[in-house]
């Protein structure tokens, strides 16, 4: 069963960058895309972006700019930066696998399953 | 923004049925997941594609696709199935991950 351990600073200061790890255990880190997602407080989800096992990325073209998403392959582990965070980055961040099911007409990938979640905060 | 919407807030009465939809014209080429979110919680998946069950979760969830349309459907609502529900597709271009807007299920 894959499960999910992230950890990382959770009070900055504007203009600082946000660093965040997640560690996968159970198997499948060399099979599967590893996503960053995160909430605000009070409101819903935003994807971040995503990595492979080969090191391709794919990110919210909203945050492409500031996101940059990274792995280690000897410690099953993935990491989200984003600098120059502001107030509107305020909110907490989690680490998800995504994995799929079927193909062609059938395909549909989902996130499964979820880190524990981490608040962070932006505040001068 | 999202491209998905979602009815912010739906009541239902203990062991009623309700429906919670997702509207999108990425729905047309992507199937939908659902996540349930309790206060405090990480989400939770509870529903992927056509009508797929991930374990674990009660048979009482159910989905459906029609069109541009997502729906999910919970018969014989219990109390512990109050949540922020979200469903989750692609974007327009189908490069992209988006969720919905998020429905607040009250069960009364």
């Known amino acids: 069963q894959v499960r999910l351990q992230q950890w990382g600073a959770g009070l900055l200061k504007p203009s600082e960058t946000l660093s965040l790890t997640c560690a996968v255990s159970?198997?499948?880190?060399?099979?599967?895309?590893w996503t960053w997602i995160r909430q605000p407080p009070g409101k819903g989800l935003e994807w971040i972006g995503e990595?492979?096992?080969?090191?391709?990325?794919n990110y919210n073209p909203a945050l492409k700019s500031r996101v940059t998403i990274s792995e280690d392959t000897s410690k099953n582990q993935f990491s989200l930066k984003m600098s120059s965070v502001t107030a509107a980055d305020t909110a907490v961040y989690y680490c998800a696998r995504l994995a799929y099911s079927g193909s062609g007409s059938n395909y549909v990938d989902f996130f499964d399953p979820w880190g524990q979640g981490t608040l962070v905060t932006v505040s001068s | 923004s999202s491209e998905l919407t979602q009815d912010p807030a739906v009541s239902v009465a203990l062991g009623r049925t309700v429906r919670i939809t997702c509207q999108g014209d990425?729905?047309?080429?992507?199937?939908a997941s659902w996540y349930q979110q309790k206060p405090g919680q990480a989400p939770v998946l509870v529903m992927y594609g056509k009508n797929n069950r991930p374990s674990g979760i009660p048979d009482r969830f159910s989905g459906s696709t029609s069109g541009n349309t997502a729906s999910l459907t919970i018969t014989g609502a219990q109390a512990e199935d109050e949540a922020d529900y979200y469903c989750k597709s692609r974007d327009s271009s189908g490069k992209h991950y988006v969720f919905g807007t998020g429905t607040e299920v009250t069960v009364l």
């Open positions: 990595i492979n096992q080969s090191g391709s990325t």
């Open positions: 159970g198997g499948s880190f060399n099979t599967d895309w």
């Open positions: 990425g729905l047309r080429n992507y199937y």
